[in-house]
């Protein structure tokens, strides 16, 4: 099968196309900033994941000043963790400043939790999940957000595939790549219909390319900018 042939098959199968425009207003646009920063939107309310965060934090990905001023108004920032590479106090200050918004996170969780009472047809659902810096654990979550029937993962930074592996029926599970590999060597089993590759190092990005870019359902994250319409 050829390449192109596969990728036809792949938007059809997925439901997934990569383009600005909506087909329909409800569709969710999903936006890869860098990391595993996120822009998701329906049209109408606007969510930023791991967003913004400091640019070239640790070697991971760095980003253009200017986007920080292409972020929407009264916009909602949900976080992980607190990694510098996934947020940066500075730089959302300064966001909601100008723009005003609401921060989600480590702080607030049972704030995030009743999110879906103020967005049309949403929903989430938090998930405490391992993760440590040099050997440090640090306080972390993941979250699967459930959007006009749409189920999307957000895995962060844990590395453990024991709470993904749990979960049923998701449409869409961004998760950095050891998330795909510890799976496997520990025989755990996702039920995710299609994966999005994230916070890739520079380094990685190469071998994600050679071992994902030919798979149907796994696509490494690896141009900023890429979007994905997640089509209702």
Same mark, same amino acid.
């Not at 196309?17 to 890869?32: L, R, Y």
């Not at 972020?71 to 920032?77: G, L, P, S």
């Given at each position: 099968?050829?390449?192109? +042939?596969?990728?036809?098959?792949?938007? @059809? #199968?997925?439901?997934?196309?990569?383009?600005?425009? @909506?087909? %329909? =207003?409800?569709?969710? %646009?999903?936006?890869? &900033?860098?990391?595993?920063?996120?822009?998701?939107?329906?049209?109408?309310?606007?969510?930023? *994941?791991?967003?913004?965060?400091?640019?070239? =934090?640790?070697?991971?990905?760095?980003?253009?000043?200017? +986007?920080?001023?292409?972020?929407?108004?009264?916009?909602?920032?949900?976080?992980?963790?607190?990694?510098?590479?996934?947020?940066?106090?500075?730089?959302?200050?300064?966001?909601?400043?100008?723009?005003?918004g609401q921060k989600f996170g480590v702080s607030n969780i049972a704030a995030l939790e009743k999110l879906g009472e103020s967005i049309e047809d949403f929903g989430i659902e938090?998930?405490?999940?391992?993760?440590?810096?040099? $050997?440090?654990?640090?306080?972390?979550?993941?979250?699967?957000?459930?959007?006009?029937?749409? +189920?999307?993962?957000?895995?962060?930074?844990?590395?453990?595939?024991?709470?993904?592996?749990?979960?049923?029926?998701?449409? #869409?599970?961004? *998760?950095?790549?050891?998330?795909?590999?510890? =799976?496997?060597?520990?025989? *755990?089993? &996702?039920?995710?219909?299609?994966? $999005?590759?994230?916070?890739?190092?520079?380094? %990685?990005?190469?071998?994600?390319?050679?071992?994902?870019?030919?798979?149907?359902?796994? +696509?490494? #994250?690896?141009? %900023?900018?890429?979007? &994905? *319409?997640?089509? #209702?």
């Open positions: 099968m050829t390449k192109t +042939r596969k990728k036809t098959i792949f938007s @059809f #199968l997925f439901c997934l196309v990569t383009t600005v425009g @909506f087909s %329909q =207003a409800q569709d969710i %646009q999903i936006e890869f &900033i860098g990391n595993c920063g996120l822009h998701m939107t329906d049209g109408k309310s606007n969510i930023y *994941v791991d967003f913004p965060y400091k640019s070239g =934090a640790y070697g991971y990905m760095e980003f253009d000043e200017k +986007r920080l001023g292409e972020i929407e108004k009264d916009a909602i920032f949900i976080f992980t963790h607190k990694h510098a590479d996934h947020y940066s106090k500075k730089n959302l200050k300064k966001v909601m400043k100008e723009k005003g938090v998930f405490k999940t391992k993760h440590t810096f040099f $050997g440090i654990p640090f306080r972390h979550y993941s979250y699967l957000i459930t959007w006009y029937g749409k +189920r999307i993962y957000l895995s962060g930074d844990t590395t453990n595939p024991e709470t993904i592996g749990k979960i049923e029926n998701i449409d #869409l599970a961004f *998760v950095p790549y050891w998330i795909v590999v510890n =799976a496997k060597e520990q025989s *755990v089993e &996702i039920d995710a219909k299609m994966f $999005g590759i994230y916070h890739l190092h520079p380094e %990685q990005v190469a071998s994600a390319k050679e071992n994902w870019e030919d798979v149907d359902n796994i +696509r490494p #994250l690896v141009e %900023q900018g890429e979007k &994905i *319409v997640l089509k #209702l």
